[in-house]
């Protein structure tokens, strides 16, 4: 993906990418310096699902990261669940980001 993504948001014309990170690690997972490493190729954001926890320490990097989102199904691992909104293209704003609590409504 990462030697990838450069040319196809060139070859798309894309405004935006979107990844799915959830099994980065060899298939069950991902780590914060894989995460990283999706980033830095071109992803917007990158998104996860319920192989989010199987590998150390992702939990307090997802504490910070406001680009790699976890479900909102996550379980009890996830303390919070956060909606975010990005610009896009020349799109000046798109929406807001708030705090909601997991499982919950706003």
């Not at 069950?28 to 954001?45: E, F, M």
């Not at 909104?85 to 020349?90: K, V």
Request: aromatic fraction near 2%; proline fraction near 2%; charge should be negative.
């Amino acid at each position: 993906m990462e030697e990838q993504l450069p040319a196809l948001r060139d070859r798309f014309d894309a405004d935006l990418a979107i990844v799915n990170g959830e099994n980065a690690a060899d298939g069950a997972g991902i780590t914060a310096k894989l995460a990283d490493k999706l980033l830095a190729a071109g992803a917007d954001v990158v998104t996860l699902g319920n192989h989010t926890y199987r590998r150390g320490g992702i939990a307090s990097y997802l504490a910070s990261s406001e680009r790699v989102i976890r479900p909102a199904n996550s379980g009890a691992e996830a303390r919070e669940v956060r909606l975010h909104c990005l610009a896009s293209g020349d799109t000046e704003h798109i929406g807001e980001k708030e705090d909601i609590q997991a499982g919950g409504s706003r």
